[in-house]
C-alpha cells in the first residue's frame, strides 16, 4: 500500500481555510474582528518570513488560539460547515482529479494541514479522504482552549503523523508521495520518495531545485502525478531520507490524542543552513 500526502492550503484550496472558519465565526459574534485581525497580520508576517519561517510558525498558530479560545465547540463546528458552503467554491479545479488519480494509482490520499481540524474534515469529506490531519486544540467544558493537541503546522509534527500512519499502513516511505507548496513542507517532501512542490515559494523553489525534485503547477500537476503513480514509474529513492522525527510517546493520529509535546530538535535545515538553498 502507498500513501500519497496533499497539503491544503494553497494546494488543494485557493487560500487559507482557517480565515473562513474565522470570518464565519466573527459574522456570528463568537470571535472579535480585533482578533480576526490579528491572526491576519500574523499570518501575513508568517508568509513573508521564507527562511526564517520557524520563527512566525507555533506564534501563528497560537494566535488563532486564542482567537477562538473560550468559544464552545458545537458552535465551531456549527460554523465549519457553514463557511464550506461559502467557500468551497475555492476548492482548486485540479484537486478532484488529483485525488482521483491517486486513487486510481494504488495510493491511499492523506490531507495534513496546520489549518482547524473542523475545516479539514469539510474539505476531506468533500473529496472522499478519509485520512485527515488538522489542527486540534483541548476542549474543557465543551469550550475550546488555546492548548494545542496537534499541530501539523510544525515540521516535525507533518513527519511525525506520516511516519505513524505509514507504519499502521504498513506503508513504504521510500514509495510514498508528498505535495506541498510552502517552506514548513519541506521536511515532510524530503521525508519521501516522491516530493512534489506545488507553485512553491521561493524558499520552497530553491530547496526543490536543490533536491532535483519535481515542480508543478496547476495545470501540470495532474498529468506529472498520473505519470508518477503508473505501473511502470520508476522508484525515486533506494532509502528513505534521513529526517529524525522527535515527538512525545502519546499518538498524535488518534483523534482522542492527549497533549501531546513535540521537541523543538530541529528535522529540517537550520536558518543558518537554509542559506545553501537560496543560490
Known amino acids: 500500500m502507498n500513501i500519497a500526502v496533499v497539503d491544503v492550503d494553497g494546494t488543494l484550496y485557493q487560500g487559507t481555510l482557517g480565515f473562513a472558519l474565522l470570518d464565519e465565526l466573527n459574522s456570528a459574534d463568537l470571535v472579535s474582528a480585533s482578533a480576526v485581525h490579528r491572526v491576519r497580520n500574523a499570518m501575513r508576517q508568517h508568509r513573508g518570513a521564507g527562511k526564517a519561517f520557524r520563527t512566525t510558525l507555533e506564534s501563528t498558530s497560537d494566535c488563532y488560539a486564542r482567537a477562538v479560545e473560550g468559544v464552545p465547540q458545537e458552535r465551531i463546528l456549527a460554523a465549519s460547515h457553514a463557511a464550506w458552503q461559502r467557500v468551497r467554491h475555492r476548492l482548486l479545479d485540479s484537486a478532484g482529479p488529483l485525488i482521483e488519480i491517486l486513487e486510481k494509482g494504488g495510493f491511499v490520499p492523506v490531507l495534513i494541514s ?39 503546522a510544525i515540521p516535525e509534527v507533518k513527519v511525525g503523523l ?118
Open 114 to 152: 496546520g489549518s482547524p481540524q473542523e475545516m479539514i474534515d469539510r474539505i476531506a469529506d468533500e473529496l472522499g479522504i478519509s485520512h485527515r490531519f488538522g489542527m486540534r486544540l483541548a476542549v474543557d467544558n465543551g469550550v475550546c482552549t488555546h492548548r494545542f493537541l496537534s499541530l501539523p
Open 162 to 279: 506520516l511516519r505513524e500512519l505509514a507504519s499502521q499502513l504498513n506503508a513504504d516511505m521510500t514509495e510514498a508521495l508528498a505535495i506541498g507548496n510552502g517552506a514548513s513542507d519541506y521536511a515532510l517532501l524530503h521525508a519521501v520518495g516522491h516530493p512534489i512542490a506545488f507553485e512553491p515559494d521561493e524558499t520552497l523553489r530553491c530547496m526543490a531545485r536543490h533536491g532535483a525534485w519535481t515542480v508543478a503547477d496547476r495545470r501540470t500537476l495532474v498529468p506529472q502525478v498520473s505519470a508518477l503513480v503508473s505501473p511502470s514509474r520508476p522508484s525515486r529513492r533506494t532509502a528513505t531520507a534521513p529526517v529524525v522525527v522527535a515527538v512525545s510517546t502519546v499518538s498524535l493520529v488518534s483523534p482522542v490524542s492527549t497533549v501531546s509535546t513535540v521537541s523543538t530538535v530541529s528535522t529540517v535545515p537550520s536558518e543558518r543552513n537554509l542559506d545553501a538553498y537560496s543560490a
